[in-house]
């Protein structure tokens, strides 16, 4: 059963497998980045010379999972249409700035995106480099941060990333909702309660 270790996690480093070096170079990055080649793990992430592998733990990966697949559900029964891009590896070389995502979104049926509207990170296990900076290099519109059984949402601004009460992109969606879905046995039965409860609304 999922809920109890997303309920009541300690946030110790001992899940995610996380490695960071510190004076790497851009270069460094891009040879690790050749080396994996379509495997998807390690993940990696680039800022101002530190290089992060991140190899998702089982829970990690369950959790950002579920958290997308009620993002669709929403997005399906509202009429809002979207594409999955999953860890995008974003790159911003003339910043040397990277990241991949937990999970990433386009809204509208763009095509041909330079990058993702919304980007979702699993803040599962501590050590990891802060984001924010990377997202902002990028351009990205809005980063949830999903943490101790809650997601916050920060939205772009000519400053940075600041905090919101609610989404800009997905206007409506009720995040607390959302994530009170997450403790149900099964991905399965999340998805069709919460398919009700927003049919509902």
Not at 84 to 101: C, F, I, K, N, S
Request: net charge neutral; with cysteine.
């Amino acid at each position: 059963m999922i809920a109890q270790p997303f309920a009541q996690r300690d946030d110790k480093p001992v899940d995610d497998h996380i490695v960071l070096f510190h004076d790497a170079a851009w270069s460094d990055y891009k040879r690790l980045l050749r080396l994996r080649g379509e495997r998807p793990v390690p993940r990696l992430a680039f800022s101002r010379g530190v290089l992060e592998l991140m190899s998702p733990s089982r829970q990690h990966e369950a959790i950002k999972s579920l958290i997308g697949r009620l993002v669709e559900v929403w997005c399906d029964v509202r009429g809002v249409e979207f594409d999955v891009y999953g860890a995008w590896t974003l790159e911003r070389p003339d910043e040397e700035r990277a990241v991949e995502p937990d999970e990433c979104y386009v809204f509208g049926g763009e095509r041909e995106p330079a990058r993702p509207h919304l980007a979702v990170e699993v803040i599962w296990t501590t050590g990891r480099l802060d984001k924010r900076d990377i997202y902002r290099a990028l351009g990205v519109r809005e980063l949830w941060f999903w943490r101790k059984g809650r997601i916050t949402v920060h939205a772009l601004r000519a400053g940075g990333y600041e905090e919101i009460a609610t989404s800009e992109v997905l206007a409506g969606i009720d995040l607390v909702e959302l994530t009170s879905f997450l403790d149900r046995p099964t991905m399965s039965q999340a998805i069709r309660e919460y398919r009700a409860a927003v049919r509902a609304r």
